[in-house]
């Protein structure tokens, strides 16, 4: 098959999740077919997309000078496109230099089938096009946006996520019904988008998968009152889920453990988290970091304290695969198919969560069983390869979809 994949955000570093499920993705689907990617990002110095090209028929970079996150410049850019008809998380990239990328690639490329990664470039795409569309779906981002929605107390940032709720919310449903197919990477996000589309049937679930060779165990690391949380600081649902961390939970561990050292792992934390735990001597916040692994090897729990987010959390497969007893909130463990006890903890109150902690902090036992047990379940087939099967078939069945109506219309 000819492909085309356009992403929004970039592929390289392999610093989050979306990335990586992509990157692995797309690079599995290009040892079997011909793929051309299209990508768009904010422009940084070094940009390392070079190094990836080789592994794509062809590799179209559009580097956007975007204002910083939560910057003045941000805030002023975010009131200039009120009024368009996107959320500002998917307008803001539709500045004239992609539009012109995408119909220059277009107008001298033919494909059997365009994968739109994640909702964010569907609004450059013509969707009217006998090119068979379809939606790579990561989250349902109405839903991070509602849930960030329902827990701000800032009355302006409450009403900006409220908007980007209910804008997401119409794109997602707009774009689905339009899709040859949706791609959904948890079952509670594929009964989502079943709605739009004629049923869960409808929508390919896809198989999250992590590299059980590149995140094994390294037990002679680990340190028995260390914690750590692993991902990408700038997305919401991340520094939520550390600011609720420190604020609600830490402090009644720190009752019966003081010595608890806390590791928070992740690229670009905001301002307000630094100021938080600034002064801290036990609670590390680290910026971005080359590898997660040494920062996941020497902690003895993984703390998952999610309030927000959507999908499936391949930073819960890193941790699974590294061997490390996990404790997760519901939300954090949302679409996942583990069980409380055996491959990890689940607590859903503050108090609930901190007694979680001390228990596997002091039980080792109980914590070897649950080690034992997420390795057994990250080595039970979440392959990036089974993944890519599913994709690709999904992929196939849209392209002969398309070809039918075109030989029936005729």
Known sequence: ?????????????????????????????????????????????????????PLFEELITVPLQLPKQRSTGEYLDYLRLLPARHAYTMQKYYRPELRRAVAELFSRKSFDAIICDFIYPAGVLDWKSETPIVLFTHNVEAEVWERQYRLSKNPIRKLMFGLEYVRLKRSERYYAERAARVLAVSESNRRFFGRYVGGAEQVTLLPTGVDTDYFRPA??????????????????????????????ILPLIRVEEPEVETWMVGRNPPAALSKLVKGDPKVHLTGRVEDVRPFIDQSSVYVLPMRTGSGTRLKVFEAMASGKAI???PTGAEGLPVTHGENLMLAAEPREFAKAVIQLVRDIELRRHIEVGARALAERGFSWRAASDRLEEAVATAVRGSTNLKVEAH
């Not at 929004?8 to 992509?22: K, T, Y």
């Not at 079997?32 to 110095?45: D, G, M, N």
Request: aromatic share 12%; net charge negative; hydrophobic share 40%.
């Open 1 to 53: 098959m000819r492909l085309c994949w356009i992403k929004a955000g970039g592929f390289v570093p392999l610093d989050f999740g979306g990335r990586i499920r992509s990157f692995q993705m797309v690079k599995e689907l290009a040892r079997r077919h011909s793929v051309t990617v299209l990508t768009f990002y904010p422009a940084v110095e070094d940009d390392p997309h070079r190094e990836i090209a």
């Open 219 to 248: 037990p002679e690391a680990s340190r028995d009152r260390n914690l750590v949380f692993t991902g990408s600081m700038d997305w919401a649902p991340n520094h939520d889920a550390m600011e609720y961390f420190y604020r609600e």
């Open 327 to 329: 404790i997760s909130t």
